[in-house]
C-alpha cells in the first residue's frame, strides 16, 4: 500500500494549485485521507481531512485555509484532490497525505487522527 503526492510548485499570491494524492494497493475511496502541511521551522499540521465514501466524504479543514481550500475524491485515478485557491506566502511548505486503513472511517479531530501510510510530499512555494 502506497500514497503519492503530485502537483506542487512554485505559484504567485493570488494564485491556485491542484494537489493529487494518489493511492496504490487500496481502494481510496474507502479510508478517510488527511493533507498535512509542514512550513519552514514549524511542526507538520493537519489542513485537511475527507472521510470515507461510506461517511459522506465529509471534510474538516484548518481555520487557516479554510473558505480557499477544498478537498474531493477522483475515483477515476483512486486519488484525494486538494484545490488550492488564494494563496498566501504562509502557504509555502511541504504537502504530503496519508491514509488512514485501520480505524473509523471518518476524520477525526484535525492532528488527533492516526494516519497508516504517508507519502512523500510534494513542496508548494508561494512567492512573487
Known amino acids: 500500500l502506497q500514497v503519492v503526492e503530485s502537483g506542487g510548485g512554485l505559484v504567485q499570491p493570488g494564485g491556485s494549485l491542484r494537489l493529487s494524492c494518489a493511492g496504490s494497493?487500496?481502494?481510496?475511496?474507502?479510508?478517510?485521507i488527511g493533507w498535512f502541511r509542514q512550513a519552514p521551522g514549524k511542526v507538520r499540521e493537519e489542513i485537511a481531512c475527507?472521510?470515507?465514501?461510506?461517511?459522506?466524504?465529509?471534510?474538516n479543514f484548518a481555520d487557516s485555509v479554510k473558505g480557499r481550500f477544498t478537498i474531493s475524491r477522483d475515483n477515476g485515478q483512486n486519488a484525494v484532490i486538494l484545490e488550492m485557491n488564494s494563496l498566501k506566502p504562509e502557504d509555502t511548505g511541504h504537502y504530503s497525505c496519508?491514509?488512514?486503513?485501520?480505524?473509523?472511517?471518518?476524520?477525526?479531530?484535525?492532528?488527533?487522527?492516526?494516519?497508516?501510510?504517508w507519502g512523500q510530499g510534494t513542496q508548494v512555494t508561494v512567492s512573487s
Open positions: 475527507i472521510s470515507s465514501r461510506s461517511a459522506d466524504d465529509s471534510a
Open positions: 494497493g487500496f481502494t481510496a475511496d474507502m479510508y478517510p
Open positions: 496519508a491514509v488512514r486503513i485501520v480505524g473509523s472511517t471518518y476524520c477525526s479531530q484535525l492532528g488527533s487522527g492516526r494516519y497508516d501510510y
